[in-house]
Structure formats: structure tokens, C-alpha cells
């Protein structure tokens, strides 16, 4: 087995994963001193298991729904309902609106394309935070959910990208994605996901075997370069973590 990125815990599978990363959500909610809390959802196919189980029977009820603000760490730039938004996957597991209250979801606009979409996105996130600038000492997010893509990429940074090294803007567009769907993305940055209590990285899958190795090899990837004012914590299946 390879050596795991600090924090990482093997879980059996998928559903493990998923039902430790809803407890792990509840705990961060538990420790939330704000009466707003933010958290920054991951989008691809792994996540949706973990939103169906927080609007579902054994969690709905433990979830401070009022309090928490929900925000997306990138989209593809396709119609909200197109099968590969981020959009569509995360309102199809929360049930379309379901538990969550009128304007405590924060889309990220997609219809005007990347650059404009960016542009508001990030004044979205600016509003909420009440400043364009980050204040080490007050991050913008209590937990931020995040993805392990095939080729080491994370939310749509991808590997050999520009917006890797992008440390001012908050949220950028990305024209070429380096992974399929190869549609036009809208991301947030490294600084952006830095601002936050915590990190949530979830990996399922033999097809996550790849990209775990070379971090562990050393590879700078793009998922190795996500750092947090909290912990960044791995969920990782057995699949994943070739156990
Ligand atoms: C996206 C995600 C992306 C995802 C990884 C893993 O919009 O595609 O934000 O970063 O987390 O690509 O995707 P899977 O969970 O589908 O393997």
C-alpha cells in the first residue's frame, strides 16, 4: 500500500466514505462559533452519495440547515440542467431545493460564459465574506469538500493550467479543462480554498490509485498544493488506497 497524504483515513468503501464525511460535516457544524456557516461543495460524481445522505432520514434531522450556506469550489459552464453540472448533480442528491433554505444555495452563474461568470461568482463569495480581501485570522469557509481527479487535478485546477498560479483572484475561469467533460470551467483558487477551517479531500475508486501514488511519489500536483488554515483530511475507500 502507498504511504496516504497526512490525515488520510481508509475507509471500506464508498458509503463508509461517505457516512464519515457526513459526521465530519456535523463536527465542523458543532464547533461553527458563526451563526452563518459556509461550506464549499465538490462537484464530480463521488460527493453526491455524501448529499443524498445528509437530506436523507439518518442525517436531515442532525444537519443545522438554517445556519449553513452552501457554495460550489468550481462548475462546469454548461445550463444548469445539462447531465454534467455540478448544478444539476447537487440539487438531484439534495432532493432539487429539499432541506436546504431559500438562498442558502450560491450557484455559480454559468449562462453568460467562464469570464463573466467568474467575475460574479467571486463578488458572491466577497458579499457573503463582507470584504475583497482575506483576513488570515477569518477564514471564508468552515469546510471546504473536495475531489481527486484521475490526472491529479482538484475543483478545475488542473495540472500545466495558468489558473494554478493564480494568487489574487478569487475565482477564475478556466477556458481549456484538462479532463473531460472538456467544456469551459469556472473555479475557485488556491487562495480561495486556503481560506477555510478545514478540508475535506473524498477519494473512492481504483481510478484514484494512480494520482494517490504520485503525491505520495512527491508529484506536484494540483490536489498536493491545497492547504487550509485548519486540517486537510483525506477520505479515502480501500479501492482507492489499494488496500
Ligand atoms: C468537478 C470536480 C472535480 C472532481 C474530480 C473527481 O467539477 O469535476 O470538482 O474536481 O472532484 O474530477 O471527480 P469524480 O468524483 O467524478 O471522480
Same mark, same amino acid.
Given at each position: 500500500m ?28 458543532g464547533t461553527?462559533t458563526? /451563526?452563518?456557516?459556509a ?8 460527493? *453526491?452519495r455524501l448529499?443524498q445522505?445528509l ?6 434531522g442532525?444537519?443545522?440547515w438554517? !445556519?449553513? %450556506?452552501w +457554495?460550489?469550489?468550481?462548475?462546469r459552464?454548461v ?6 453540472s455540478?448544478?444539476r448533480?447537487?440539487? /438531484?442528491?439534495?432532493?432539487? /431545493?429539499?432541506?436546504?433554505p431559500?438562498?442558502? +444555495? %450560491?450557484?455559480?452563474?454559468?449562462d ?6 467568474a467575475r460574479a461568482?467571486?463578488?458572491t463569495l ?7 480581501t ?6 471564508? +469557509? ?5 475531489g481527486?481527479?484521475s490526472?491529479? %487535478?482538484t ?5 500545466s *493550467?495558468p489558473?494554478l498560479? /493564480?494568487h489574487?483572484?478569487?475565482?477564475v475561469p478556466v477556458?481549456e479543462?484538462g479532463?473531460e467533460p ?6 475557485l483558487?488556491?487562495?480561495t ?5 478545514s ?8 481510478g *484514484?490509485?494512480?494520482?494517490l501514488a ?5 508529484e506536484d500536483l494540483?490536489?498536493g498544493r491545497?492547504?487550509? !488554515?485548519?486540517v486537510?483530511?483525506?477520505f ?6 489499494g488496500?
Amino acid at each position: 500500500m502507498i504511504a496516504l497524504p497526512p490525515n488520510s483515513r481508509v475507509l471500506a468503501d464508498a458509503e463508509a466514505t461517505a457516512r464519515a464525511a457526513a459526521d465530519h460535516l456535523l463536527d465542523i457544524a458543532g464547533t461553527a462559533t458563526g /451563526e452563518r456557516l459556509a461550506v464549499c461543495l465538490s462537484g464530480g460524481s463521488t460527493p *453526491k452519495r455524501l448529499y443524498q445522505l445528509l437530506a436523507g432520514a439518518d442525517y436531515v434531522g442532525r444537519v443545522p440547515w438554517s !445556519r449553513i %450556506h452552501w +457554495f460550489f469550489g468550481d462548475d462546469r459552464v454548461v445550463p444548469w440542467d445539462d447531465a454534467s453540472s455540478n448544478v444539476r448533480m447537487v440539487r /438531484e442528491a439534495f432532493g432539487h /431545493e429539499g432541506p436546504v433554505p431559500a438562498g442558502h +444555495f %450560491h450557484f455559480i452563474p454559468s449562462d453568460e460564459g467562464a469570464e463573466i461568470g467568474a467575475r460574479a461568482y467571486q463578488r458572491t463569495l466577497q458579499d457573503f465574506y463582507g470584504s475583497d480581501t482575506f483576513d488570515p485570522g477569518r477564514p471564508l +469557509f468552515d469546510l471546504v469538500l473536495l475531489g481527486l481527479g484521475s490526472d491529479g %487535478h482538484t475543483a478545475s485546477l488542473f495540472p500545466s *493550467k495558468p489558473a494554478l498560479d /493564480e494568487h489574487e483572484a478569487w475565482v477564475v475561469p478556466v477556458p481549456e479543462a484538462g479532463m473531460e467533460p472538456y467544456v469551459p470551467r469556472i473555479s475557485l483558487t488556491f487562495p480561495t480554498l486556503a481560506s477555510s477551517r478545514s478540508v475535506l479531500f473524498l477519494v473512492n475508486g481504483t481510478g *484514484k490509485r494512480d494520482p494517490l501514488a504520485r503525491l505520495d511519489a512527491g508529484e506536484d500536483l494540483p490536489a498536493g498544493r491545497v492547504v487550509s !488554515r485548519g486540517v486537510v483530511t483525506w477520505f479515502i475507500d480501500e479501492a482507492a488506497a489499494g488496500a
